[in-house]
């Protein structure tokens, strides 16, 4: 069935239905309590809102979600909490009773709505990427700093104390100046099959264009785009490179202090211009920094044999006997040859390990990354992975992701005015033209 106007008025009529405003919702006053809004809260959005909600101080005043049942579900433990379909109604509804909002949809939704809750003025926690677009990356920081707000990036392992004990390391020198860093993962965030086709009915408990937002509408699709699907897709996810790589990629663009690329170039299957490829690798050059040689030269590859293959054929990666390259992680090479690897989720194992008698073994205080927002937005406190360093890592990561557009082309970037100087076409996916009925 086609998505068009007659239906999305429709549908808006049977959603706007699902609105469920309790009484008293927001008797506590609210100096003493951190009161958030949660849009998305199904999937990841359902492990924020657990997250932020266990902060002594946080009251939960609203949810939304397009999806009944995910909404519902997510209810069911914060029954004071005002339920509705559409996120810009919520937010409207409840105004100055929020103090923070959690945004956890699917990635080309994240812009729209954090646009929105800061234009509020409301501090913002929003999931990793930032974006789906360069620009709208900037954007954000941008306003971030100019409205002075409090925001965070949904990576919260970039608060772990693997992370921040791999970038105190490489800070100190372990491995000296680095000159490469190989970054993977084994996950295939995309589809190499034929294009969609077709339509299915929208399920009864779904609001297919609120869900579309403003994305160009498209029939929906069983197990193509919701749940958690939309991430093969062009235009709403990221593939696996805006997945995991703006994880794994994190740790050296903070510990090496990176800033935009000077250029991108991605191996890939030929465009199809609606899916991502399985399979990748970009290349990235940096202009050095005072952690990296001259110039730093980032490697991602993804894919699910790409770590085995690598593993086996580069020399940079290769291990001692018996031993196998994690399936999601980075390596770092010094200039002098030494090594440290970070499997995902663990933390650094200098190679060789007698490097850690080279170094001081820091303090770390554990963090939480979801109350560390909270914290803030309280006063106490600031944000690590605030939009200002969230932006420009989302837009490094999204460079790579518009060059599977392009495979094997090497895409000159020119970052002080966010430009491909040697790619008109390129430009043009700089940014994108939202819907205007959304
Ligand atoms: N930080 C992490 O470790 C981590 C892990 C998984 C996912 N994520 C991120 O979380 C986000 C969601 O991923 P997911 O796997 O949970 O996806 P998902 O599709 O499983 O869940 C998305 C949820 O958002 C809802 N939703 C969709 N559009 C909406 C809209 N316009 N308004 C309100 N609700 C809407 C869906 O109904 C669903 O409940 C993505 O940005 C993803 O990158 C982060």
Known sequence: MNVNRRNFLKSS??????????????????????????????????????QVSKHPNVQVVGLADVDRNR??????????????????????????????????????THYSATLMAMNMGKAVYCQKPLTHEIDEAHELAALAKEKSLVTQMGIQLHSSSGNRMTVDLLQQGIIGKVSKVYVWSNKTWGDDGPAYSGSDTIPETLDWDLWLGSAAARPYLKGK???????????????????????????????????????????????????????NTVELEFAGTKHTADSLRMTWFDGADAPKAEGQTNPDLQLEAGKKLPSQGAM?????????????MSGPQPLPRSLLGSVVKPELKPVNHYHQWVDAGM????????????????????????????????????????????????????SRTHRTSY
């Not at 805006?242 to 090496?256: C, E, K, R």
């Not at 770092?332 to 995902?344: A, F, N, Q, T």
């Open 13 to 50: 009529a049977v959603f706007a239905g699902w609105s469920i405003l309790p009484t008293g919702a927001w008797s506590n006053p609210l100096n003493s309590r951190f009161c958030t809004a949660h849009i998305g809260v199904g999937g990841m959005g359902g492990g924020d809102l657990r």
């Open 71 to 108: 909404l519902n579900g997510a209810g069911k433990g914060f029954a004071d909490a005002a339920r509705f379909a559409d996120y810009r109604e919520m937010l409207r509804t409840l105004g100055d009773k929020v103090d923070g909002v959690v945004i956890s949809t699917p990635d080309h």
């Open 225 to 279: 785009y919701h749940p958690g699907k939309w991430r093969k897709s062009l235009d709403f996810g990221c593939g696996t490179l805006g997945d995991m790589g703006i994880h794994i990629i994190d740790t050296p663009y903070s510990a090496l202090d990176l800033s935009a690329p000077r250029f991108v170039r991605v191996s890939c299957r030929e465009p199809n211009n609606l899916l991502h490829p399985i399979k």
């Open 332 to 344: 770092y090479i010094g200039e002098d040859g030494h090594r440290l690897l970070m499997p995902h």
């Open 379 to 430: 006063g106490n406190g600031t944000c690590s992975a605030a939009f200002e360093y969230a932006g420009p890592l989302t837009s490094t990561v999204l460079l790579g992701v518009v060059g599977n557009r392009f495979p094997g082309q090497t895409l000159q970037w020119d970052g002080a005015n966010m430009r491909f100087t040697n790619n008109e076409a390129a430009n043009q996916l700089v």
